[in-house]
């Protein structure tokens, strides 16, 4: 079946733009993950979204950091006044959530803030 | 707080060749741990899982890994490598009730000598 897809696939963007990364996780999964990947920092947990329950946004790095799920399948993870610290790989992952920890990770967003 | 560390950034090892790379975790109690791969341009794959039971687990293409709790250790190996295992391989731990939001290692840079 189709995987997490993730778009887009690139982003450009000067600083100081807001921007909107999209994420649509694994039919039927109810767990949605945002991670960053960049040079400096690794891999690194954003937030996490577990059915209605409400999200745990522990790994923002900033309150310019946002993210949203609608209807419980897509998410949208916005930047607002991007700076070039942003610059990153945005990865989405979704897992069935309950007893089941397996999340599958979508290609990634990579964004460059000029 | 949980962590991983993954004491080889690059390995080279030659086609046919064994391979074993090291992770190792901190963490308060039994750990969900898991390896990914991650080739060039591309999301993560997941390779296998522990979460419990058999502390020798089978993956994907081939790979094993082996939970130590007295070591602290889960290494993944494989007992002959192929050209086209060449890519970067993370170690994660994943929080045991709490979502299982993932703390990933630095990663180890595979190469592959033909």
């Known amino acids: 079946g189709a995987g997490v897809s993730q778009s887009p696939s690139n982003k450009v963007t000067e600083k100081g733009k807001d921007v909107e990364l999209r994420c649509d996780p694994i039919?039927?999964?109810?767990?949605l993950y945002w991670y960053r990947q960049s040079l400096g920092q690794g891999l690194e947990f954003l937030i996490y979204f577990q059915g209605n329950s409400a999200p745990d946004k522990s790994g923002l790095p900033s309150d310019r950091f946002s993210a949203e799920r609608t209807g419980g399948s897509v998410s949208t993870l916005t930047i607002q006044r991007t700076q070039q610290e942003d610059s990153a790989v945005y990865l989405c992952a979704s897992s069935l959530g309950g007893e089941s920890y397996e999340q599958y990770f979508g290609p990634g967003t990579r964004l460059t803030v000029t | 707080a949980q962590s991983v560390t993954q004491p080889d950034i690059h390995i080279t090892v030659s086609e046919g060749a064994s391979l074993e790379l090291r992770c190792n975790y901190s963490y308060g109690a039994t750990p969900y741990l898991f390896w990914y791969v991650q080739s060039p341009g591309q999301g993560l794959q997941l390779l296998l899982k522990?979460?419990?039971?058999?502390?020798l687990v089978q993956g994907i293409k081939g790979f094993e890994a082996e939970f130590k709790r007295s070591q602290s250790s889960f290494n993944l190996r494989k007992p002959s490598v192929h050209w086209s295992d060449a890519a970067e391989y993370f170690c994660a731990v994943g929080a045991t009730g709490g979502g299982n939001k993932l703390t990933f290692g630095t990663g180890t840079q595979l190469k592959v000598e033909l």
């Open positions: 522990y979460f419990s039971g058999d502390t």
């Open positions: 039919s039927g999964h109810t767990a």
